[in-house]
């Protein structure tokens, strides 16, 4: 064993709180060490790949990973601070805390002046038979597996919970092309920001309230799943038992802060289930009941990153405060006002609730409703179409916009208003909303409508292709004919389509028809979905050369089976309507014959 | 299961191609995987046998806080294979029971 000295901050887990942290002290010349369990450091930002609500100086509209990255370089450009992968804590004794670095498989013991305890969290497991079985993963490890190392976890998932990791890990599962049969939630309502529920619902993903899994199926590994409905009291309802075939069943029923440590250490606890279990008690500098150990992030409460950041940040200075004589007094005060307007809005009240447990005082704040009750003012304009109804802490519409037409105000947790007259209908806002909650939208002198859709899927779409239109609840409306297709840097690409103008206040995504298909066109000369649109790629644009080089239509059926999918096909992929083709040549004879018959055919009304 | 090369939002960057072994059997992983997503990727999901009811368990939480991918590697038992970065030539074993030393 080997004992380090000289260190003034210990930060034990290298996540969002951690590194924030870290990084408070270290700018302010503190020696600084993060100890993470992790292959890199970032926590669980390394595998998240939606992009983060909040505000601009926490990264609000950045995807998970890139916060992680931008987090990590920073930290690793002060030169008083490392980062040591790979090691765990094994204990917190009085004479120095105990350090495994798993590389090397050796121990130290170091004796800080102070410490963060940026824990995190770990995955609540919820009791059904067959709940060990493999194939049974915390939503985390299915992220770890799919966005980390970019490993499929299955083929096709059952989620179990609707808070926002439940829906946004199964949005990602289906960008990973993985099935997700449905979402269960126990409770009659969804548990997280309705802009990801109706992220999932318009992608076609069902959520059924009021269900529970029963059990897992299979013997070696998950093969599938008995889901059954709920009484008002969460009780099954026998025989509303239903089987699913899945290969993967996934839990999302929450978290549990990682207390262990802070409880060894002597911390004293406190159970508050609206924070997710047991907690250290702390004062508004996060200091726990232990002078020189502070809490940060998930192992204080769980709630999301963007205030994991923050109270890391305020864990850091407020050491700074212990250990130097720096004035940071301002950006502390700054900090705290930042936290509790980012809590003030009704999506934090459980927080808010668990918070008052512990001795936080919450004043009330107001905060304004959305306003775009001009939008019909301004028909015939290119303009967003904010779907945002719920006051969820986020306002990068506000400050992602060029010409100042969309506020939220000084509180963050307020719904944009929207000044119609000054947007150039320029889109960056739908790019930019972490909620891919804002359509774009124009209606046209022809009776159609312009519909600009976020998409963050591949294919992507080509201008003039067919795609199906589809509505809130991924449910087919209408073929519709892609205007256009602007690419975005941050991967949110908007597709716009045209559609009928009754159809376009209920289309909100896109199917695109798969471009891989071996799929049988025609049967009798067994020619593929795939074969046909190669040869339309390579020129052959019309129904008699498509027969002539392809032989479709030449079989003894006549072409009854083949001939209008072939012309459906044709006008899927040169933007033609079908009325507008050439159907082709109807040639006899139009079923197979014998020559014999033929032969020995008679001429009605002749006698031989 | 299979690997991701196509994804709308993620460029994956791996490392190099390295080989190892998983009860006896010559597998392929990326450098800087971890040894559960490398079997993984090569179809392997059940990690160990529990001790006392013998069940088979695999990957749950990915992060080092649950006991549910405990495996043998290179002859030590209880390795978070989660959080632990495959080598080559590691010699990797189902868990059997709560793992004994065989060096």
Sequence with gaps: MRLVSNLDLLVIGGGPA????????????????????????????????????GNESFFASVRGFEISRRLTEQLNSLDSARIQNESSVVAIYPDGILVHDMRNDHTSLLKPKKIVLATGASERFIQFENNDLPGVYGAGAVQTLMNQFGILPGRSVLMIGSGNIGLIVSYQLLQAGVEVRAILEASNRIGGYQVHADKVRRVGIPILLQHTILRAIGEESVRGAVISKLDE??????????????????????????IELAAQAGCEMKYVQELGGYVPLRDEDMRTSIDDIFIAGDAAGIEEATTAMIEGQIAGLAVVSDLTKNSIQERLKYLKDTLRKFRSGPTSSKTRAGLSKLGSKFEEVSFTNGNQNDFTKYTGKMRPLIECFEAI???????????????????????????????????ICATTCPGLAIFMFRENK???????????????????????????????????????VVKSANKTNLVYISVLREYASDVRHILVPSKESGAMVCRCEEVTVDQVRKAIKEGYTDFEELRRYLRIGMGPCGGRTCRLNTLMILSEETGVPVERLSPGVFRPPSIPVSFKALGEGRVDGYEE | MERIFKHPLISFKRGEIITFFFEGRELSAYTGETIAAALHANGIKDLRYSPIRNRPQGLFCAIGKCSSCLMEVDGKPNVRTCITPVKPGMIVRRQHGRGEISE
């Design chain 1, 18 to 53: 951690g590194l924030s942290s870290a990084i408070e002290a270290a700018k302010n010349g503190l020696t600084v060490l993060v100890v993470d369990e992790g292959v890199s450091s970032g926590g669980q930002l390394v595998k998240q790949t939606h992009k983060f609500f």
């Design chain 1, 393 to 427: 802490p986020c306002n990068p519409c506000e400050t992602s916009c060029p010409a100042g037409a969309i506020s939220i105000g000084d509180n963050i947790n307020s719904r944009p208003i929207i000044d119609y007259s000054k947007c150039t209908g320029c889109g």
């Design chain 1, 446 to 484: 022809d009776g159609t409508c312009s519909v600009g859709i976020p998409y963050e899927f591949l294919p992507l779409p080509a201008e003039g292709q067919y795609v199906t239109a589809l509505g809130r609840n991924g449910e087919a409306i209408c073929k519709a004919k892609v205007e256009k």
């Design chain 1, 233 to 258: 009291r969460w009780s099954p309802i026998s025989g509303t038992e239903r089987e699913l075939v899945v290969d993967t069943i996934c839990i999302a029923v929450g978290l549990l802060p990682s």
